[in-house]
Nanobody
Framework: QVQLVESGGGLVQAGGSLRLSCVTS????????MGWYRQAPGKERELVAS???????RYPDSMKGRCTISRDNAKNTVYLQMNSLTPEDTAVYYC?????????????WGQGIQVTVSS
């Protein structure tokens, strides 16, 4: 059974930075594409960043230049570095895994971690 455990969330002031981590167990991590999604109150879950099994990254326009996704296959961990945070980045952030490796079929999710950006 695949498990994803996020860490690194919390409260940060506007303009600050955070690095989220997600440790995976129960699967061959290097074969998975990994992603970060977020969901703010009253809004739909949206993609923040993804990285395929071969390291190709994808960001929506709203996140380009403000965040970086990376992976360490030796540690079964994916990271999300976020900079220049604004209150609009406040949300629950979810780590996700895609066993196809393509970043198109995320089917396993972490429990989520709260990120709150104060103004």
């Amino acid at each position: 059974q695949v498990q994803l455990v996020e860490s690194g969330g919390g409260l940060v002031q506007a303009g600050g930075s955070l690095r989220l981590s997600c440790v995976t167990s129960g699967s061959i991590f290097s074969r998975n594409a990994m992603g970060w999604y977020r969901q703010a109150p009253g809004k739909e879950r949206e993609l923040v960043a993804s990285i395929s099994s071969i390291g190709s990254t994808r960001y929506p326009d709203s996140m380009k230049g403000r965040c970086t996704i990376s992976r360490d296959n030796a540690k079964n961990t994916v990271y999300l570095q976020m900079n220049s945070l604004t209150p609009e980045d406040t949300a629950v952030y979810y780590c996700a895994a895609d066993p196809s490796g393509t970043s198109r079929f995320f089917n396993t999710w972490g429990q989520g971690i709260q990120v709150t950006v104060s103004s």
